[in-house]
């Protein structure tokens, strides 16, 4: 059932919240917070002035900025390698001649200075210390080496065929060129490879096909190329020639450049009548995204991405831990022995325990327990030293033992944590953290569509179609299922649901390359559905244990939902994790998008969108209270008419009268960020809080100066379909 369609404008089925509590980032002031990082510069030429000229922009596509200014034409940018400097081809003094400037285009200095339209294509040593160029100065193209100051330029080839496009290995022992010297026609190009001398030449490509504009991967191992089997067509080869390939369908181009960690490239596109640049990464995950989109009359080409000066900056990236028990004030673990009662709290250490370093972290990732309370209550958990925020972690009644991930910044290392009423025993497990800009390099977030991963009811991932006994593991690769890609998946992020369980217990997961810790992901009671967020380590063989614990003989059945991936890939600024105080988002008991009484009805899909660009992802704590029905949520991004159903998947399990709190992190559909929240059954209010935010492509680097005052989510926008 719908209830009824978004308006935009004032409508009492549309409510926009602007934020009134401050999104921190803890150890910073209020108003900004400063990291220290890089830039990830695209350089292209581009024909948009009437002329070749120079221009940068970011990683993704924004802040494109003109670098040259001359009408003579300025094309061809290659990076130093340490991305201070790029050197260019430009026919300002009359002829093609190289060029060097600064990162930022000031200090054109030419290097080459020939009496003929000769020299082009310079690419840089890996020590920074000489360019190898084209030139046709003696009539066909050979490959040249000169210092970096253009002294000593040596004629390396001395072909009588043309020879271009050269690219230097990151070991500094080779460079790569395209030749027509096998077969002397230039319709007919290969790779070749020789050393920096120009000694032994080698076609490593060798197809009857033309082979051209080669370009070596950060680690070389592999080569890109431009290949004429299909037009437009990129291909990679191994360093050898082996294993030549064809990129995914969805990266259609040409003149390609890797990003500086080997993940994605770089090319020049064909999306219309005209060349533009688009990026993408070699696996074809998540498809290609246009970076430029100009007049069908200019020319976009000739992209390099900026290898990253000096060290990576580690802001908001996150390092998967074996959970690790550091509270259970049952025993006395971390310090605290006995419950906590009521409107009391408690510091917990974090840094430094359970595998978290002592210093350079900013936020952890908890499986917080409450177990044995008295009567209904809440735990919040913030970062020490601050006010405590009026959103909530964990909901529970007497004697229900209940957990719920919880995403945290600390402060000087510690986290405080409350208990509203009675008494409560805690149990904190430790799962991951992310990093400052001192800490430990990590991984990225990247948020996926939820897609169920394996139903041991029904036989889902081949897991059979009976329930889980005592003490039995489930061990399954979640590596290469839906997009998770197979391969470079450091954690992976699921919703696990218990569901049908015969008696108390609990469920573990953990990577299958250590032993079983003493930690736990969910607590449950006989007739109880229990969902909650995971986020586990992957180990090098892509399986994760599922292991239940139940007493007295009794079985469960077993779901896995996975929502999203960490990995490696920093070819962005996508993917870091922004923490700070929890902010509330919207409560429907108090202002609501939906009819009186405010409650989501059955089949009803309330929707938050997200106006900020610089999100990607957001981490959110979902509560159902007062539900009317046994039913569940479930929690996606929302593309609207492209979304006919929510995806197979759950969120919030719940029954009648219950108050079930699950964290959530979700991404973007489509163009904005607007998540969509389904109700099952019944009609249920929801409480959402937001506990951070996962950076877009098109967020500034941490070495900009970003503000995350009140407004940092943008105005977020209620709706309900």
């Known amino acids: 059932m719908r209830l009824g369609t978004r308006e935009r404008g004032a409508s009492a089925l549309l409510v926009v919240f602007l934020l009134s509590t401050a999104f921190v980032v803890v150890g910073a002031p209020a108003a900004h917070a400063t990291f220290a990082g890089v830039s990830g510069l695209i350089a292209f030429d581009s024909t948009r002035d009437g002329h070749d000229e120079i221009y940068v922009m970011d990683a993704g596509g924004g ?66 210390t000489k360019i190898a ?33 050269p690219s230097w290995s990151p070991d500094g022992s080779k460079i790569a060129f395209d030749s027509a010297r096998d077969q002397l026609q230039p319709a007919n190009r290969e790779i070749f490879v020789m050393g920096v001398d120009g000694s032994s030449p080698t076609n490593v490509s060798n197809h009857p096909s033309f082979d051209e504009n080669p370009d070596w991967s950060p680690d070389g191992s592999r080569i890109l190329f431009r290949s004429g089997r299909s037009f437009p067509g990129l291909y990679t080869m191994n360093a050898d020639g082996s294993s030549q390939t064809a990129l995914p369908s969805s990266l259609v181009g040409e003149h390609g450049s890797w990003s500086p960690d080997g993940a994605s490239i770089v090319y020049r596109s064909f999306p219309g009548a005209t060349p533009e640049i688009s990026r993408g990464r070699v696996d074809g995950a998540f498809g290609a995204v246009r970076l430029t989109n100009n007049a069908p009359t200019f020319f976009e080409d000739n992209p390099d991405w900026q290898p990253r000066p000096g060290p990576a900056d580690p802001t908001g990236e996150f390092t998967p831990l074996t959970p690790a028990r550091i509270v259970d004030t049952r025993i006395g673990t971390g310090g605290k022995l006995g419950k906590v009662g009521a409107a009391a709290s408690f510091d917990v250490q974090i840094a430094g325990q359970g595998g978290v370093p002592a210093s350079g972290v900013s936020a952890v990732v908890l499986n917080a327990t409450a177990t044995e309370p008295t009567v209904a209550s809440y735990l919040t958990l913030w970062p020490m030293g601050f006010t405590r925020p009026s959103p909530s972690n964990l909901n529970y009644v007497p004697g229900q033992t209940v957990p719920n991930l919880v995403t945290v910044a600390i402060n000087n290392g510690k986290v405080s944590v409350y208990n509203n009423a009675g008494a409560t025993h805690v149990v904190l497990d430790v799962v991951g953290y992310y990093s400052s800009s001192t800490g430990a390099l990590g991984s990225r977030f990247h948020a996926l569509s939820p897609s169920r991963l394996f139903d041991t009811r029904s ?23 839906g997009i998770v890609p197979a391969a470079g998946v450091t954690s992976v992020v699921m919703n696990v649901t218990v569901t049908e369980p015969t008696s108390s217990g609990f469920v573990t997961v953990y990577p299958d390359d250590v032993t079983r810790p003493v930690a736990s992901n969910l607590n449950f009671v006989p007739g109880l559905t229990v969902p909650n967020l995971v986020v586990v380590r992957v180990p090098a063989s892509g399986i994760v244990d599922f292991y239940n614990f139940s007493n007295g003989g009794g079985t469960i059945h077993l779901l896995a939902d996975v929502v999203g991936f960490f990995d490696g890939v920093k070819s962005t600024e996508a993917g870091r994790l922004v923490s700070g105080l929890p902010t509330r988002l919207l409560d429907t008991r108090v202002s609501s998008p939906a009819p009186p009484p405010g409650c989501v009805g059955p089949g009803g899909i309330l929707t938050l969108a997200f106006v900020n660009p610089a999100i990607e992802a957001v981490v959110l704590n979902v509560t159902v209270t007062q539900p009317t029905a046994s039913g569940y949520v479930t929690v996606y991004p929302y593309r609207g008419a492209q979304d006919p159903s929510p995806p197979l998947a ?48 098109s967020a500034p680097p941490p070495s900009t100066t970003v503000d995350v005052n009140a407004d940092s989510y943008g105005d977020v926008t209620a709706g309900i379909e």
């Open 63 to 128: 802040a494109q900025t003109r670098l040259t200014n001359n009408a003579e034409g300025n094309s061809q940018p290659g990076w130093s390698p340490d991305g201070s400097k790029m050197a260019f081809t430009s026919q300002r003094d009359g002829n093609a001649e190289i060029y060097v400037m600064n990162a930022d285009g000031s200090s054109p200095t030419r290097l080459t200075n020939r009496p003929t339209d000769a020299d082009r294509s310079p690419t840089w040593s890996p020590d920074g």
């Open 133 to 165: 160029f084209a030139s046709a100065s003696g009539g066909t193209s050979d490959i040249w080496v000169m210092d970096a100051n253009g002294a000593n330029a040596v004629d390396i080839t001395n072909h009588p065929a043309d020879d271009l496009a």
């Open 459 to 481: 036989n889902i991932g081949g897991v059979g179609s009976i329930p889980l006994g005592p003490g039995q593991t489930i061990k399954f690769n979640v590596t290469g299922r």
């Open 650 to 697: 759950s969120n919030v399990n719940y029954v009648p009268g219950q108050t079930v709190p699950n964290l959530t992190m979700v991404g973007r559909g489509g163009p904005g960020l607007t998540v969509a929240f389904y109700n099952y059954a019944g009609c249920t209010h929801l409480v959402i809080d937001a506990f951070g935010a996962f950076t877009s492509a």
